[in-house]
């Protein structure tokens, strides 16, 4: 059973940058299409962001051109760059399988605040 553990979250004030990771253990990720997914106050999680097994990636509307998703096979892990943050990008960002097939057990996620 894979484990993800999330980190590097944090406040921000708009129009600065983070960089997310998700470290996974208990089984290799590098077959899987993972996605970054966040959950703002009140509402639904939604996936923001996927990187597939050969590398290709996509985005939602809402992040595309500022935030940046990889992954380093070697280390079992995926990363989220997150560039000129807006307010409404407050959320705890989770990682995981971006198929709700393939689908593991939530990690607590790392909670990301913009505000000035």
């Known amino acids: 059973q894979v484990q993800l553990v999330e980190s590097g979250g944090g406040l921000v004030q708009p129009g600065g940058s983070l960089r997310l990771s998700c470290a996974a253990s208990?089984?290799?990720?590098?077959?899987?299409?993972m996605g970054w997914f966040r959950q703002a106050p009140g509402k639904q999680r939604e996936l923001v962001a996927v990187?597939?097994?050969?590398?290709?990636?996509s985005y939602d509307d809402s992040v595309k051109g500022r935030f940046t998703i990889s992954r380093d096979n070697a280390k079992n892990t995926v990363y989220l760059q997150l560039n000129s943050l807006k307010p409404e990008d407050t959320a705890v960002y989770y990682c995981?399988?971006?198929?709700?097939?393939?689908?593991?057990?939530w990690g607590r996620g790392t909670q990301v605040t913009v505000s000035s």
């Open positions: 208990g089984s290799a990720i590098s077959i899987y299409a």
């Open positions: 995981n399988a971006a198929s709700d097939r393939s689908r593991f057990v």
């Open positions: 990187i597939y097994s050969g590398g290709s990636t």
